[in-house]
């Protein structure tokens, strides 16, 4: 089933436009508010999410392919999501976001299993507790990391950090580099509370 | 003559600039009516007109500039027929110079309302008594001289407080890197488990996963041991996969 909806996933979006970021505990709540005020649907209360996400791998170290299972602990009833997501992409200076390829699949509950059985080795987890808001077609998140202290146990979770992640993103199918400027754009709205920045990801995994 | 030529000439300067400062009005108008504006734009359009403004007022004051009051304006007719040029030049506002906007458009003085209540001020002024006022006008320097003070420390600290804010931006995105690599790599996730643990971390797998782990486990009670003692050995990574290989080919 999995397989098959695989296959229908190449016509939806693949390309995500991303920035990161981080804030500090204390300067959170004066986030979520700019956040509030500028996004979408002002009048409501914030949106909160926790999301528990396992990071699955095949292969030999170096040439692996990793999937990541998602779901969330807030919703039960909602699909797990299967996601692909590859490597980030730092571009050149005219290219002011990150750009990584990205594919989303919602499955059913025992997506673990299945992938399991393929041969896929369970790598890590983590929880996402946060704020997301959306702002046209973005996506902006303001989450803590948590660590989950026992495997597969995500109520047990704590967070790795007191700051908060800060990621904005906007998913296409195809590349459109006037999506980043847009990006860019509302990422100048969130200054100095927060600077979302071009994170090279592949200077992070040397070090 | 001369006079006459100059007062032509800065008439015009004054006619083109509130020409231009009524059009970019217009044109705001127009925009807010039908456009959705963001924040800096509605203040760019401010900035322009109150620009205009301010080149209006010193052309006005301008040493050049004839004192326009001291003119004279005669009116020739009062007529109830619409009168095209007037309309022109007013764009349709007033049709004719009739008896109805003469008294707005040529008068010199106040409303009598307004006239009224000033002159009831001026007589309340008079009435106080010279050394009184004088202390009136002490104690109101006193208090203006006083909100000027808070004004200027509330600024410093207004301004003390931005420093404070742009130093601690400092330390902007805190954590960063860390987070991002938890979230990319899954780095600095699993080290916890191990040394909260301390048992192997195969063992802990299996306890996690248990539905499907149970039944591998159970034909081969053999490899689980090889399994604990491949992990204490410091390559969790590679044997952990090798086993598990193994296990699914014993399964198979």
Sequence with gaps: ?207 | MQDEKLIEVSLEAVTSRVQELKESTQAFLAKLEHEQLSWPSVLDNYALLSGQVNTLTKLLKNEKTPFFRNLVLLPLLVQQEPDPDIQKATDGRVQAFNHEVVPDYLRTKYDPEIEASEQKLEAMAASVPPDQAQRQIATLNELATNLIDTITSAREDWEGEQSAASRSSSTVNPDLNTLVTAVTFGKGLKPAKITKGRGSKAEKAQSGWPNEKSMNKAPSSVKVDAKTAASVHHMPRLTGLTVEQDLYNNKE
Excluded at chain 1, 60 to 83: E, F, N, T, Y
Excluded at chain 1, 91 to 118: A, I, Q
Excluded at chain 1, 181 to 200: C, G, M, Q, S
Aim: glycine fraction near 8%.
């Design chain 1, 1 to 207: 089933m999995i397989g098959k909806k695989m296959a229908v996933v190449g016509r939806q979006n693949q390309l995500e436009y991303f920035l990161q970021g981080s804030v500090g505990k204390e300067s959170v709540n004066t986030l979520l508010h700019r956040l509030r005020g500028l996004c979408d649907g002002a009048s409501r209360q914030f949106a909160t999410f926790v999301d528990h996400e396992i990071l699955f791998t095949l292969g030999s170290p170096g040439s692996s392919v990793s999937l990541r299972g998602r779901h969330s602990l807030d919703d039960p009833k909602a699909p797990w999501q299967l996601r692909y997501v590859g490597q980030s992409e730092m571009g050149d200076k005219s290219r002011s976001t990150l750009l990584r390829s990205c594919v989303e699949v919602s499955t059913s509950d025992n997506l673990t299993t299945f992938l399991k059985e393929l041969g896929f080795r369970y790598e890590s987890e983590y929880v996402l507790k946060g704020y997301y808001f959306v702002k046209g077609h973005m996506r902006i998140t303001v989450s803590q990391v948590c660590r989950v202290g026992s495997i597969n146990d995500p109520q047990s979770s704590q967070p790795i950090s007191d700051s908060y992640l800060v990621e904005i993103s906007l998913m296409t199918t195809v590349q459109q580099d006037s999506m980043a400027e847009e990006i860019k754009a509302f990422a100048e709205h969130l200054k100095p509370l927060v600077h979302l920045e071009k994170i090279d990801h592949r200077k992070l995994q040397t070090t």
